[in-house]
């Protein structure tokens, strides 16, 4: 079955430097790929969805990238700001190529930015 | 404009009990999906609707579990008997459910507590 590993420790970087997440998968290349925030006590917030025939999506400071062969997805957020400390999950489809919708999630990496 | 809600926010049990969360989707949205979310973890998909038809309930852990959403619009998960082991939050989410985007707006969840 399909598994994605997020790095699970926190990641700490200082206001204005550029975070980089990283997104794994174990199985089959899913058909596309997003990136949800997730702040404490509420549900995720859709930021960013990448198709398999993408290489890299952008939107405002934030750019994903998404490589087949390494099986991995990369989430960046440049001039990062305090507002942005917040968990971050990667999200596949779960049947593979389906057009359902069904997701399965990472663990999701907490990043803390420090002003 | 109103996105996804849920009810009760919390809701302590006694093992033993039951209990029903509820979830108002986004209207017009065809595709409503259940997620568990332990502590520290990515949501877990439990079940799957597309309009008022349950698509796919393999992440159900037991048969304690039902979910329904008999009109195509409000869904109701039920617990049964609940133990220990449903501690969680029980995320809702809602999306179009259709191509190129299956991007899915979520409530702010249901914490449940058995004691």
């Known amino acids: 079955s399909q598994k994605i590993e997020q790095n699970s420790e926190a990641l700490n970087i200082q206001e204005g430097k550029t975070a980089t997440l990283t997104c794994n998968y174990t199985n089959y290349s899913p058909a596309y790929l997003q990136w949800y925030r997730q702040d404490p006590g509420r549900g995720p917030v859709f930021l960013l969805l990448?198709?398999?025939?993408?290489k890299e999506k952008r939107k405002e400071r934030l750019k994903v990238t998404f490589d087949t062969t390494l099986k991995q997805s990369l989430f960046h957020i440049t001039a990062s700001q305090p507002a942005d400390s917040a968990t971050y999950l990667c999200a596949l489809d779960k049947d593979g190529s389906s057009n359902t919708g069904k997701l399965i999630f990472g663990q999701g990496t907490t990043l803390q930015v420090k002003p | 404009g109103a996105g996804v809600s849920q009810s009760p926010r919390y809701k302590v049990a006694k093992r033993g009990q039951d209990v029903a969360l509820r979830c108002d989707p986004i209207?017009?949205?065809?595709?409503l999906f259940w997620y568990q979310q332990a502590l520290g973890q990515g949501p877990e998909f439990l079940t799957y609707f597309q309009n008022e038809a349950q698509l796919d309930k393999s992440g159900l852990p037991s048969d304690r579990f039902f979910a329904e959403r008999p009109e195509g619009s409000v869904s109701t998960l039920k617990i049964q008997r609940t133990q220990q082991e449903d501690s969680a939050v029980y995320l809702c989410a809602s999306s179009l459910g259709r191509a190129p985007s299956y991007e899915q707006y979520f409530g702010p969840g249901t914490r449940l507590t058995v004691t």
């Open positions: 990448i198709r398999e025939n993408e």
């Open positions: 209207s017009g949205h065809v595709s």
